[in-house]
């Protein structure tokens, strides 16, 4: 998550401060709508099983955080803000974001499972804010399936770039622990939505540092694809390779320039308050170069779009048992490898398959003049 001001000099300085007026304005409408807090342990949320044990319906429980108010600016998270984050990680070490949308299944971005496809390579980490500091509430998870998306980057770059891993247990629901709503294809979002990206990817592009220990958080503003794909080069006919906008991917942008996705926060979520729950509407992708000024839109992949896919993977795979018990088995760690997480400092992967492209036109500008056209 890179945070870093822009430079409040010259056009580029004068429109982001231009714009940040105005949108402060938008913004008081939507932040002014905090909604009471939701018990999750609600008598009215719960079912009762054949043994007699008593546990939650997804539909009545995705989505409800205690979070429903204001929160500002590109900040360290707070617990409990953001119960579904998961961190992904390979040989022990964080590589990627990640959402739990079920008892028993998270998803993420595809891109992030080039380096290995084999499940028991992988482990999840769930309530955590601070990855080195687990509390009473944080749990690692083993991987029994990995679905990635056939038609991942076969058509276009990052396209279909969406993964679902079946955990080897189902995970009990905590005030820290939660599941995100699933938005179907239906879903309609609010034009110039304001939303919230979440992760542990680097603060800088520009200076090569060790991933940071806590959970940062981010306000973005959904924008249009047509209006989005005004910041990229369109494709060349016969071309394969050009990054592009399409109709399974989502955009949304910081329009102070101060605020993107980067490396390390792939597979993370894009979530939007929608009728007082939380909704995955995006999975961390791709964006441009995450440096000072932020000069384009971030790009994830939406999930309304993958919802029919979504559902018939968790059918065919059925469920996993409540406290199932596995150990997964032994494989060689890669030279070099840091130690169990709970005693490493998070670092920078080498092997992160986050997917950067650079701009070839002149998006601060764009971003500047497009914004402005939408609120007067």
């Not at 909604?35 to 009545?60: F, H, I, W």
């Not at 803000?81 to 964080?94: E, K, M």
């Not at 990052?158 to 995100?180: C, K, T």
Request: glycine share 8%; proline share 7%.
């Amino acid at each position: 998550m890179w945070g870093a001001r822009a430079q409040q000099s010259g056009l580029v300085g004068y429109g982001a401060a231009l714009l940040a007026a105005l949108l402060g304005l938008s913004f008081l409408s939507q932040h002014a709508l905090a909604t009471e807090p939701t018990d999750v342990t609600s008598a009215a949320n719960n079912t009762t099983t054949q043994t007699g044990k008593t546990t939650l319906s997804l539909s009545m429980v995705c989505g409800k955080t205690q979070f429903q108010g204001k929160i500002y600016g590109g900040q360290i998270a707070g617990a409990q803000r953001w119960p579904w984050q998961a961190s992904l990680r390979l040989y022990g070490r964080h590589i990627c974001g990640a959402v739990l949308i079920d008892k028993n299944w998270v998803a993420s971005a595809a891109h992030c499972f080039q380096m290995s496809r084999n499940p028991g390579d992988y482990q999840i980490m769930l309530g955590y804010t601070k990855l080195n500091s687990p509390t009473r509430y944080s749990r690692k998870m083993s991987v029994k399936k990995l679905i990635v998306h056939k038609d991942y980057n076969k058509f276009y770059p990052q396209g279909s770039d969406i993964v679902l891993l079946q955990l080897h247990s189902s995970v009990e629901y905590s005030s820290h622990i939660l599941p995100a709503c699933v938005p179907n294809k239906n879903i309609t979002i609010p034009k110039e939505k304001a939303c919230w990206t979440s992760g542990w990817g680097n603060l800088r592009e520009d200076v090569r540092l060790p991933l940071p220990n806590d959970l940062y958080e981010a306000e973005l503003i959904i924008m249009s694809n047509d209006d989005c794909k005004g910041f990229f080069p369109p494709p060349v006919p016969g071309s394969s390779k050009t990054y592009y906008i399409y109709d399974d991917m989502v955009c949304a942008a910081d329009y102070s320039l101060t605020k993107s996705i980067c490396s390390g926060d792939s597979g993370g979520p894009l979530v939007c308050l929608l009728e007082g729950s939380w909704y995955v509407v995006g999975l961390t992708s791709w964006s441009s170069s995450c440096e000072d000024p932020i000069s384009s839109p971030s790009v994830f992949a939406r999930v309304s779009y993958f919802d029919k896919w979504i559902s018939d993977n968790k059918k065919a795979s059925g469920d996993s048992k409540p406290g199932e018990s596995y150990r997964p088995p032994h494989h060689q760690r890669p030279p070099n490898n840091p130690g169990s997480p709970e005693n490493e400092n998070p670092e920078d992967n080498n092997e992160n398959q986050d997917a950067i492209t650079k701009l070839t036109v002149c998006p601060v500008l764009l971003l500047s003049q497009l914004l402005l056209q939408q609120l007067i």
